[in-house]
């Protein structure tokens, strides 16, 4: 089957108008679409499903375990599919079963080993400073990130070991990039890409497919697999135009798995 992604659309600032790819079965919102959420009003009557997981913009300005709860209710009245460490399935046209898991996993700073942890989380305190987001009263900072980041982690693996019968391809969906491989070239590997990457690279063979969002470029890799096709990292983040980070940028484009 085919499907769509889009994320970092960034509808709080941008000026985008999403449009259907064709012979795409199911529509993948891999956050930081709109930080005040209006701008997924624009998915409203989508002809195929809408799989949303959100981006940390999402929670901008606001106590992230209430954002959870209302940004759920927000996306399912619209009809979507809400995922945070959550299974969506989806029985393709030609009958094989798409398992769908879905979890912002945000970052636990261990991107360059746990050494580097305090430098990578002393670099992060920009972006939280900019982000805003409180956790029971208090700054949602690197050691709350983190801890959040873990618990997506947990979930995440704890669903690729177990088995899934019945299941023909598994698609992951995170907002924060499951590699270093998907760090944005223009900066290089520095401390503040431990916001953006997470060393996943032990889960990835165990998906057919990853879909990721937060860097603001595109990328399109592969992880060989004894035995099997290979592991597939995608993401197609358009980000900001008034940046240039548009350029590339493939809207329409359609992605077999
Ligand atoms: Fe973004
Ligand atoms: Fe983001």
Known sequence: ????????????????????????????????IDSTWAGYQRFR???????????????????????????????????????????HRHVAADGRVMRFLGTTRWSDFDLFGAAQRPRAERAAAYFQRVMKATRHGRPFDAAAVREEGLRCREWLAAQLERPAPGVDRTVVVTHFAPSLKSADPRYGP????????????????????????????????????????????????????????????????????
């Open 1 to 32: 089957m085919k499907l769509q992604l889009l994320s970092d659309l960034h509808l709080e600032t941008e000026a985008f108008d999403p449009e259907p790819a064709p012979g795409a079965e199911l529509l993948v919102l891999a956050g930081d």
């Open 45 to 87: 009557g989508w002809p195929v499903p809408v799989l949303v997981v959100a981006g940390n913009h999402e929670f901008d300005g606001r106590d992230v375990d209430e954002a959870l709860r209302d940004f759920r209710r927000f996306v399912e009245q619209l009809g979507f599919v809400f995922l945070e460490r959550g299974e």
């Open 190 to 257: 520095q401390p503040g890409t431990a916001s953006f990457c997470n060393a996943d690279d032990d889960l990835i063979p165990r998906a057919d497919l990853w879909l990721h969002g937060h860097l603001h470029c595109r990328h399109d890799y592969t992880v060989a697999r004894a035995g099997r096709a290979p592991a597939r990292v995608l993401s197609q983040a358009r980000g900001l135009a008034k940046k240039g980070e548009d350029a590339g940028f493939d809207a329409l484009k359609a992605v077999s798995v």
